[in-house]
C-alpha cells in the first residue's frame, strides 16, 4: 500500500513529466536519484524520452533510488533488525515497479484541461508532503520503512528517544535542496530555480510535520502507581520495559 501510494504521488506530484509542470526536490534516497536524473540531463541523457509506459528519466530515477537504498538497507539488516530490512527491500522493490507501470493516463488528471481540474504548485507541495508522510508513518508503524533517509531517522530514533523522525528528515532533506539548487543554476543559469526550492521546503516541512503526528514509535507515556508495597518499585523496575 506505501509503496503504491509513494509511487503514485512521485508521478502525479513531486515530478510529473507532463508539459509544464517543473519537479518538486524531494528527499532521501529519492532526492539523490533527483541529483542523479539531473546529472544525466546535464550530461546529454534525453530524460525525456518515453520508455515503454514510464520514460528514460524515471528509469533513472528509479535505478538510483534502488541503488542508494542498497548501503542503507545493510545498515537497517545490521543495526536495526532482519525483518525491518527484509520488509524495506520489499517496499523499495514494489516502489520500483509501480513507479515504472503507473500509466501517464492517472498520473495527469491533476493537469489535463479536459477534466477541469488544474492543480497549482502550491497545492502540489502541500498534497504531496502530506502523502510522503503518511507513507513514511504507514511503513515505519508497520516495524519497515519507505527506504532513504527513513532508514536513517529510525536508526537514529532507536539509539535517542528524543530524536524526532521529521526533524532529522528535514535537516538532511535540506542539505539535497542546495545541492540540487546549483544543479538545476548551472543548467539554468539564472535564480528561477529559487521559486521551486521554497515550494520543496513546503514539501519538506508538510511531510516531517505529517510523519511526525501519525508515528506514535517515541511517543511518551507515563504511569502512576500508588501502592503501600515496598517491594513494588523493584518489580516494575526490573520485569517492565521502560
Do not use: W
Not at 152 to 158: K, L
Not at 192 to 213: E, G, I, P, R, W
Amino acid at each position: 500500500m506505501s509503496s503504491f501510494i509513494y509511487a503514485y504521488n512521485f508521478r502525479a506530484f513531486v515530478a510529473p513529466l507532463f508539459e509544464g509542470q517543473n519537479a518538486i526536490i524531494t528527499g532521501g534516497a529519492s532526492g539523490v536519484s533527483q541529483i542523479c536524473a539531473k546529472i544525466s540531463e546535464l550530461l546529454g541523457v534525453p530524460v525525456n524520452e518515453s520508455f515503454g509506459n514510464s520514460s528514460v528519466g524515471y528509469i533513472i530515477q528509479t535505478s538510483f533510488y534502488v541503488i542508494v537504498n542498497i548501503p542503507l538497507i545493510i545498515l537497517a539488516y545490521k543495526k536495526i533488525g532482519k525483518k525491518f530490512a527484509l520488509f524495506t527491500i520489499i517496499n523499495v522493490s514494489m516502489y520500483f515497479v509501480f513507479a515504472n507501470i503507473i500509466p501517464d493516463s492517472i498520473c495527469d488528471i491533476f493537469y489535463s484541461n479536459s477534466y477541469g481540474v488544474e492543480l497549482q504548485m502550491f497545492g502540489r507541495a502541500v498534497f504531496s508532503g502530506v502523502l510522503t508522510g503518511v507513507t513514511a508513518a504507514l511503513s515505519i508503524s508497520h516495524g519497515h520503512s519507505a527506504g532513504g533517509i527513513d532508514i536513517i531517522s529510525v536508526y537514529f530514533t532507536d539509539r535517542d528517544t528524543n530524536a524526532s523522525i521529521g526533524k532529522i528528515s528535514l535537516t538532511v532533506n535540506t542539505g539535497i535542496i542546495v545541492v540540487y539548487a546549483i544543479l538545476t543554476f548551472i543548467q539554468a543559469g539564472d535564480l528561477s530555480f529559487l521559486t521551486m526550492a521554497l515550494y520543496s521546503f513546503v514539501y519538506f516541512f508538510v511531510s516531517s510535520v505529517v510523519t511526525d503526528k501519525l508515528i506514535i514509535r517515541n511517543k511518551k507515556e507515563s504511569l502512576q502507581i500508588i501502592t503501600s508495597n515496598e517491594s513494588m518499585p523493584d518489580i516494575l523496575i526490573n520485569y517492565f520495559p521502560h
